[in-house]
């Protein structure tokens, strides 16, 4: 590939004109980015720095084409299919808001015009890519393409024939790559690969090394033909079958809290709601702010919640440990808890909402506080009986 810069990028089967000091870069590891708009497909670490990573508009897939460019917003990637140095005609600037300085576009034809216009674009469709390495070209269609990756390494296997170089592991499973010299009909050149157009034909999963992919509008027949002619020396090819994809893991969702430095957790069928932080209010005919329930168990207090007066547990007694209401007038964080005796339990803070796999969950071999034990990362957190914790039993 030369070393002029891209003019246009390709994705989704449709080329997007690209703005000046847009440059290609290798592909990178792909970090979700949760509640993320259309079209951002996650970021990406650039020199130590989270670059976003969009799709070249939203609702088009991507590959392996990455182009680095610097915007009013900052830096921005843009994933697509195939790099391009020669604009196409029909490219479209890419439709990203605050992109910096890129061509302006062109004049929209009058009404009268529109028809031939739209009819000239229609024809001028890209219905396949030329696949190029050094002197050798061939037109893969579009129809046969699956994805277009980073050249990967290859290994050698007993059983693969002439026509191919190897087997490659790829995102999707493993493939054969095939000898572009053989599949290209020419010789071998001394230009390394940089892509690899990955595609299936015949049940077959396979590889084309090439230095470049341009749209085309040929239709790619002869590829077809040429594949077909290959495919008694392809019997090492992994078959193109799509696994279903596996069963969704059982999740359990826990409210995580802490009382006087003790973390645990509860479901989050057992709370009702989380109060802000409050100042319990004495308990009615209690002189000093706290009485007691059945069993013995100190009532610190009531608040009132949706129309209800609730009596208030210290949620570090309940824990065996320090109080987390220190003495009158100190506040703290309520969970409501369900029950037939609806309680408000104090807390020192509520960590947050996390749904975590059943398979981390431990069931606990007793019947009293503490119903299961979650392991999250490296810390090990007892998951407590809500009824428990009200002091209604387990």
Do not use: K, N, Y
Not at 13 to 30: K, N, S, V
Not at 118 to 139: E, I, K, V, Y
């Amino acid at each position: 590939m030369s070393d002029a810069p891209p003019r246009a990028l390709l994705a989704g089967g449709r080329a997007f004109a690209l703005p000046e000091g847009a440059r290609a870069i290798l592909p990178g590891p792909l970090r979700p980015l949760p509640l993320a708009a259309d079209g951002v497909l996650g970021v990406a670490l650039l020199d130590g720095i989270a670059v976003p990573v969009l799709a070249a508009a939203p609702g088009l897939g991507h590959g392996a084409a990455w182009v680095l460019l610097d915007s009013t917003a900052g830096r921005l990637v843009i994933a697509g299919e195939a790099l391009i140095e020669d604009l196409p005609a029909e490219a479209g600037p890419l439709p990203l808001a605050a992109l910096g300085s890129r061509p302006a576009p062109r004049a929209l034809p009058d009404e009268g015009a529109a028809a031939p216009h739209a009819a000239r674009a229609a024809r001028s469709l890209p219905a396949a890519l030329m696949a190029r390495l050094g002197g050798l070209s061939l037109a893969l269609p579009l129809s046969e393409l699956e994805t277009v990756l980073a050249m990967p390494p290859l290994r050698r296997t007993p059983g693969v024939g002439g026509a191919a170089l190897g087997l490659a592991s790829a995102p999707g499973g493993p493939l054969l790559v095939l000898d572009p010299a053989r599949l290209m009909e020419g010789e071998a050149t001394g230009q390394a690969p940089i892509q690899l157009a990955v595609f299936r034909h015949a049940g077959r999963r396979l590889g084309l090394p090439c230095a470049q992919l341009v749209p085309t509008t040929e239709d790619g027949s002869g590829f077809v033909e040429r594949v077909q002619a290959l495919l008694p020396e392809l019997g090492a090819a992994p078959l193109g079958t799509t696994a279903p994809p596996p069963p969704a893991e059982p999740m359990r969702a826990l409210l995580l809290c802490e009382a006087a430095g003790q973390p645990f957790a509860l479901r989050v069928e057992d709370v009702v709601a989380a109060i802000a932080p409050l100042s319990p209010s004495p308990a009615p005919d209690r002189a000093r702010g706290a009485g007691s329930m059945p069993g013995g168990i100190v009532v610190r207090g009531v608040v009132a919640h949706r129309g209800e007066v609730l009596p208030v547990l210290d949620g570090g007694e309940r824990l065996g440990l320090r109080p987390v209401l220190q003495g009158p007038g100190s506040e703290a964080p309520m969970l409501r808890l369900a029950g037939a005796r609806p309680v408000a339990l104090a807390v020192s803070q509520v960590t947050g909402l996390r749904s975590i796999p059943e398979r981390l969950i431990t069931a606990a071999a007793g019947e009293g506080m503490v119903a299961a034990m979650a392991t999250l990362g490296e810390q090990v957190v007892p998951v407590c009986r809500a009824a428990a914790l009200a002091g209604a039993g387990p």
